[in-house]
C-alpha cells in the first residue's frame, strides 16, 4: 500500500479535523442550485441540498474556473484551492518536501502538520493503481477499474465525473448515476490515492439505494468501496447482495472474487473466478483468474491468461492495466527485462499509469540502473506519495548512501505514517500497511500490534507473512516461524516471503533450512529489494562460513 509511532499516537487522529464532511463546505458559486421541476417530488426536494454536497461539494468538483475537473477544492482555504488548481505537479512537489519537512518534527506536531500538506499532495493526476504489489505494501489483489468500461471509455475519469455530476444535477433521481458516480469516486480515490474520497463515494452510493433499494449497481458499488477500505467481509457481503439481485453484475464477481482472496479463502477465490469467467468473461474476470493461478504457485497459467487478456484489451487503462500485471508477474520470476518491456507497453497506453511507473523503477534497480530508479521513483512519490513507493524511495536512498541520503529517507517514512493517518480517518483498514513499513523502518511494537490486528480479521498469505516478519523483528522467532511457513505454503513465487522465512530460520537455528529459502529468494528475484537482498546475500555468507 505504516506508522512508526505508539498506538497512542496513531489513535490520536487530529488529520480528521483536515477533512471536513463534505456537506459541510460551499458549493461553488458559478454551479446553479438544480430544482426539482416534476410536480409532487417531494422526497427529491427535500433530498436537494445533501444532493448538492454531494455533487457540487466533493473533493472531485471544482469550482467553474479551474481547468482540471478532478481537482478537489482543499479544506476550508480558497486560497489553497486556488493554488493547487493553478500551479498543478510543482504545488504537489512543493507539498511533498514541506511534508518531508514536517516528518522530521513527527514526534512534536503528532500528524496534524504533515497530514495536512499531505492531503494536498494527494491531490493530482489521474493515474489506475491497483495492481497486486509484493514487497512495499499490498493492495486488493489484481484491483482492475471499479467503473464501468463505458464511463471510462471516453477518456478521463475526471471529466467523466465531472459530466455525471452535471447530469445529476438535472435528475436528481437517476439511481443508476448516483451509482456509478459512486463507483467513479472510488476509483477516483483508488486512482489519485486518495482515501477522502471514500466518504463521497458512500454518500452517492446511499442515495442511490434511497431511490431504488437493492439496485444492484449500488450494492456492487459498496462491495467496491468496502474493499477499497480494506474490509473485505464487507465486500463479500455486499456482493453476495448485488449478485442475489444481478447473477451477472460484472463488477459484484470481481468484487466478490477480491473479496475471499484477500479473506484467504483461495479454494472459494477459484471457485468464484471459474464462475464469474462462465457468467461474464473479459479483462477484470481474466486478471483476477490470474492472480488466483499465481497465488498457488501457477505462473504458467496466469502468464497465459493475462496475454490472453492482453489480447482482448481495447481500451488504454486496460491496455496499461494488463501489460502492468504482466510486467509485475515478470518482475517477480526476477525477469526484469521482459518486466521492462511490459511496463513500456503499459506507458505507452498511459504515460502516467503509477503501477507501471513504479514498477519500472524497481525493474531498473534490479537491473542495475540506480540512478534511473532513483529519478522514477522521485517522479511517482512527487504526485503520487502513495506508502509502497514511499518506502521504495527511501530504501533507495539509504542503498545509495549519498550524503544526505539518510535523512531523505527517513522523510519517506514519515510521510507513509502521513498517508496511513488519513486513510484510516476516511475509514480504511491500514493495520497491514503499518505491519509491513513499521517492522523494516519504524516502531517495532507497532508494527507487532498492527500485524495480530490484521491477521485477527483474516487469514491470507500476505497476512501471514507480515505477522512472521513483525514477530521476527521484536525477537519473537519461536512463534514466527510458523507463519512464515504458512506464508510459503501455497507455492506462491514471491522472493520477500522466502527470504523472510530464511532469516526466521536463521534466527531459530534451522541453518540449513536458512540457506534454503534465502537461496531460493536469491536465485527468484535477487533485486527483489535494495536492502532485502544485501541483507539476504550478507546472511548466506555468514551461514556458508558456519559450516
Not at 461474464?280 to 498457488?296: K, S
Not at 545509495?400 to 484510516?424: C, K, N, P, S, T
Request: hydrophobic letters at 45%; glycine letters at 8%; proline letters at 5%.
Amino acid at each position: 500500500m505504516s506508522p512508526r509511532t505508539n498506538d497512542s499516537e496513531a489513535d490520536e487522529q487530529p488529520v480528521v479535523a483536515a477533512q471536513p464532511d463534505v456537506t459541510d463546505l460551499t458549493p461553488a458559486p458559478s454551479v446553479p442550485e438544480a430544482t426539482d421541476t416534476d410536480a409532487g417530488q417531494q422526497a427529491a426536494a427535500e433530498a436537494d441540498a445533501n444532493e448538492q454536497a454531494v455533487v457540487e461539494a466533493d473533493p472531485g468538483q471544482p469550482a467553474a474556473a479551474e481547468a482540471d475537473p478532478g481537482q478537489p477544492a482543499a479544506a476550508g482555504s480558497d486560497a489553497r484551492e486556488r493554488a493547487a488548481a493553478g500551479s498543478g505537479v510543482d504545488e504537489r512537489v512543493a507539498a511533498v518536501r514541506r511534508a518531508a519537512a514536517a516528518g522530521r518534527r513527527w514526534r512534536a506536531t503528532r500528524f496534524a502538520g504533515s497530514a495536512l500538506l499531505l492531503a494536498v499532495a494527494l491531490t493530482g493526476g489521474a493515474i489506475a493503481f491497483g495492481a497486486a504489489r509484493d514487497g512495499g505494501g499490498v493492495s486488493v489483489a489484481a484491483a482492475a477499474s471499479a467503473v464501468s468500461p463505458e464511463l471510462l471509455a471516453g477518456g478521463s475519469l475526471d471529466a467523466s465525473i465531472a459530466s455525471l455530476q452535471a447530469h445529476l444535477r438535472g435528475q436528481p433521481r437517476d439511481y443508476g448515476g448516483w451509482a456509478t458516480l459512486g463507483l467513479a469516486y472510488v476509483e477516483q480515490a483508488r486512482t489519485k490515492g486518495d482515501p477522502a474520497r471514500y466518504p463521497q463515494a458512500e454518500k452517492a452510493l446511499d442515495r442511490s439505494l434511497q431511490l431504488a433499494p437493492d439496485n444492484d449497481q449500488a450494492l456492487a458499488g459498496r462491495a467496491a468501496l468496502a474493499a477499497a477500505r480494506h474490509d473485505f467481509s464487507g465486500a463479500l457481503t455486499s456482493a453476495d447482495a448485488a449478485l442475489k439481485q444481478n447473477p451477472y453484475s460484472e463488477r459484484a464477481l470481481c468484487s466478490r472474487i477480491d473479496a475471499l482472496v484477500e479473506l484467504g479463502r483461495y479454494a472459494d477465490a477459484a471457485k468464484a473466478a471459474d464462475t464469474a469467467d462462465a457468467r461474464h468473461p473479459g479483462v477484470p474476470v481474466f486478471t483476477r483468474y490470474a492472480y488466483v493461478h499465481e497465488l498457488r504457485g501457477d505462473v504458467t497459467t496466469a502468464r497465459r491468461v493475462l496475454e490472453q487478456a492482453l489480447a482482448t484489451a481495447k481500451s488504454p487503462g486496460d491496455i496499461a492495466y494488463v501489460a502492468g500485471q504482466l510486467g509485475q508477474l515478470a518482475w517477480n520470476q526476477g525477469d526484469y527485462k521482459a518486466a521492462l518491456g511490459h511496463y513500456a507497453r503499459a506507458l505507452a497506453a498511459d504515460e502516467n499509469y503509477l503501477p507501471a511507473l513504479e514498477g519500472r523503477a524497481r525493474a531498473q534497480t534490479a537491473s542495475g540502473d540506480r540512478a534511473g530508479a532513483v529519478k522514477g521513483m522521485e517522479n511517482v512519490v512527487s504526485r503520487y506519495p502513495l506508502p509502497g513507493p514511499l518506502v521504495e524511495l527511501g530504501e533507495l536512498y539509504e542503498a545509495r548512501g549519498a550524503e544526505g541520503d539518510l535523512a531523505r529517507a527517513r522523510d519517506q517514512y514519515a510521510l507513509v505514517d502521513a498517508w496511513i493517518a488519513l486513510a484510516r480517518a476516511n475509514g480504511v483498514d491500514a493495520d497491514l500497511d503499518t505491519a509491513l513499513a513499521a517492522a523494516d523502518h519504524g516502531n517495532h511494537a507497532s508494527a507487532l500490534r498492527a500485524a495480530r490486528a490484521e491477521w485477527a480479521r483474516r487469514h491470507t498469505v500476505h497476512t501471514a507473512d507480515a505477522l512472521a516478519w513483525a514477530l521476527h523483528v521484536n525477537g519473537l522467532d519461536q512463534e514466527a516461524l510458523p507463519y512464515a511457513r504458512q506464508a510459503t505454503a501455497t507455492g506462491y513465487h514471491n522472493a520477500a516471503f522466502l527470504y523472510h522465512r530464511g532469516m526466521i530460520e536463521r534466527a531459530t537455528g534451522h541453518a540449513e533450512d536458512a540457506r534454503t529459502h534465502l537461496t531460493a529468494a536469491l536465485r527468484l528475484n535477487p533485486g527483489f529489494s535494495p536492502l532485502g537482498a544485501r541483507t539476504a546475500r550478507s546472511a548466506l555468507k555468514s551461514l556458508e562460513a558456519a559450516r
